[in-house]
């Protein structure tokens, strides 16, 4: 049993009003209660000047687990080997206490069971089937009868949600979104681009989140706020939500002109070697750049600004996602960026941390669970130094999380970062991405 004590509590309900100066009690996994008195036997936790919050909730992840690599990569035949623990260290380390995995294979079952049953400290984790049309690589459906058997065997696998992608064509993907919503799974997705210039017919009941606002951009040529406005209404009517993932483009757009960015980011010593060597040795947003590619990835963070104050004018809720996984978006890390450029979009503070909190548990249908911070609810919690209402950025001051029932103070944080970066720069010359190697 823990308690927090002396808190100021940022709870995210629906009022939000921060409880000053309070106690919360962590007992069995759950918050035990609130302002009430401290039973016998609890270890105390300083909260002293601090502000505590729900855990963080990133909704658009690729997790590194192993993977055997195949005939089109340089290190072809090669199986990489992922210690969980270490990969799940870079959420742990950033509060991220729940992960939307949106391209979830058998291996993400295995780490999600070890933090489940304790052996590696880790968030929880939502899994997304990834269903693509075209060649037939991965989970492929090109005619509605394929479509609606996929979706019946990923919810006989276990898998919860489904993820469109977009070379479905469109019969197909009418008849996935149909299954899924007769199987109880959500769907989310990239808009097709058979929709292009038929965008309106995309929008059929329970087209529940769009996962980028890259896949409205694709939708026009001309990037203009009426463009924006058009689709806030579509989806505002539809009530198909919206992970904007604007570090993503960011990342990209960054990594279009230079990879020096990526090369000094802070960060990147925790990722794992291979995946270092690879963004900056086989860079596809890099490699054979030019000034117009980069002046397009320009407009389209532009255009991404307009989206999010379209969609907020609109009442289209709007979830953090950050698509890590992709070159230079690192784990953990890359969701207080998205929540800086939410902000600096246009969301409040409050609308920001909501976006990464509250929102995203109700769209996952576990806001019974986790999200606010109330008596009754699991304790997926994120101490902070400063007050993230004041300035966004204060979500980066962590002095400790509460994820699985445990207490992690920032101490613990650094000593397991400090012992990854070493064993990561022990083993650099070993994953040379450029090589083909037995891991
Ligand atoms: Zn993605």
């Keep these: 049993m823990y308690a927090v004590n002396n808190v100021n509590i940022i709870p995210m309900t629906t009022d939000n009003k921060v409880i000053e100066n309070a106690t919360i009690v962590i007992k069995d996994k759950k918050i035990f209660s ?8 609890t270890k105390i936790i300083d909260g002293k000047g601090k502000w505590l919050m729900p855990g963080l909730i990133d909704m658009h992840v690729h997790n590194l687990a192993d993977i055997n690599f195949s005939s089109n990569y340089p290190t072809k035949g090669a199986t990489l080997f992922t210690n ?24 993400h079952f295995g780490q999600r069971n070890e933090i489940i049953n304790g052996k590696v400290i880790g968030p929880r984790i939502a899994l997304a089937i990834l269903i693509e049309g075209g060649d037939g690589s991965g989970n492929a459906a090109n005619t509605p009868a394929d479509g609606r058997q996929t979706v019946r065997i990923a919810k006989a696998q276990g898998y919860e949600f489904i993820k469109l992608y977009s070379r479905l064509n469109i019969e197909t993907y009418k008849a996935i979104i149909d299954e899924a919503y007769k199987q109880g799974m959500k769907v989310i997705g990239h808009i097709p681009n058979a ?21 409205y951009a694709k939708q026009t040529d001309s990037f203009t706020g009426q463009d924006a406005k058009r689709f806030a209404k579509l989806a505002k009517e539809n009530g198909t939500w919206l992970t904007p993932t604007l570090i993503t ?23 794992h070697p291979l995946m270092q060597s690879k963004w900056l040795t086989s860079n596809n947003y890099n490699n054979g750049t030019n000034p117009e590619r980069v002046a397009y990835f320009e407009k389209l963070i532009n255009f991404h600004v307009l989206l999010v104050k379209a969609f907020k004018e609109a009442g289209v809720p709007m979830v953090a996602g950050t698509d890590a996984g992709t070159s230079g978006v690192i784990w953990g890390y890359s969701l207080h960026d998205e929540l800086e450029l939410l902000v600096k979009a246009g969301l409040t503070t409050a609308e920001a941390l909501a976006s990464a909190t509250k929102l995203p548990a109700t769209w996952l249908q576990i806001d019974d669970k986790i999200g606010t911070v109330e008596a009754g609810k699991f304790a997926d919690l994120l101490l902070l130094d400063a007050n993230p209402l004041d300035n966004i950025n204060n979500t980066r001051k962590i002095a400790g999380i509460v994820v699985n029932g445990q207490w992690i103070d920032k101490e613990k944080i650094d000593m397991m970062l400090l012992d990854l970066e070493k064993r990561n720069n022990a083993n650099k010359d070993k994953y040379d991405w450029g090589k083909r190697a037995e891991y």
């Excluded at 990594?255 to 000094?264: I, M, T």
């Design 34 to 41: 609130i302002n009430q008195p401290i039973p016998v036997n």
């Design 195 to 215: 929709f292009k210039g038929r965008l309106e017919e995309a929008f059929v009941p329970h087209f529940d989140m769009v996962a980028h606002a890259e896949e």
């Design 249 to 271: 483009m960011e990342k990209i757009a960054e990594q279009a002109r230079s990879l020096d960015g990526v090369r000094n980011l802070p960060s990147l010593k925790y990722v």
């Design 84 to 107: 969980t623990q270490d990969f799940m260290l870079l959420y742990i380390a950033n509060g991220v206490t729940t992960a939307f995995e949106l391209s979830a294979r058998v291996e």
